[in-house]
């Protein structure tokens, strides 16, 4: 992705909502961010930077490590009925 693609992202977005970072597909987990910064890469090409803040949100929702391909949905698994026990009518 380039700076171009995530200006085009975020340019349909609301401008007022709060960014996060999504992080580790394994255990998806929500981040603020708390910065961008541009620095050279080894070949001297020019990298963009998001800097995560340390605030760690708690998991990333289900539905968005569905949507960013790192979990296939998921669907619960059908509960059987319960049985319903009678009380005895013997005393």
Same mark, same amino acid.
């Given at each position: 992705m380039t700076v171009?693609? $995530?200006?085009? %992202? $975020? &340019? +349909? $977005?609301? @401008? !007022? !909502? @709060? =960014? #996060?970072? /999504?992080?580790?597909? *394994? *255990?998806?987990? /929500? %981040?603020? +961010?708390?910065? =961008? =910064?541009? &620095? @050279?890469?080894?070949?001297? #090409? #020019?990298?963009?930077?998001? !800097?995560? &803040?340390?605030?760690q949100l708690g998991p990333l929702p289900p539905e968005v490590a569905v949507r960013l391909g790192w979990h296939e949905p998921t669907v619960a698994p059908a509960r059987p009925r319960r049985r319903t026990i009678r009380p005895s009518t013997d005393q």
């Open positions: 171009g693609d $995530l200006i085009d %992202h $975020l &340019s +349909t $977005l609301d @401008p !007022a !909502a @709060p =960014v #996060r970072l /999504a992080v580790n597909p *394994f *255990f998806p987990m /929500a %981040h603020r +961010t708390d910065g =961008v =910064v541009e &620095s @050279p890469d080894e070949n001297g #090409r #020019r990298i963009v930077y998001l !800097a995560d &803040s340390g605030d």
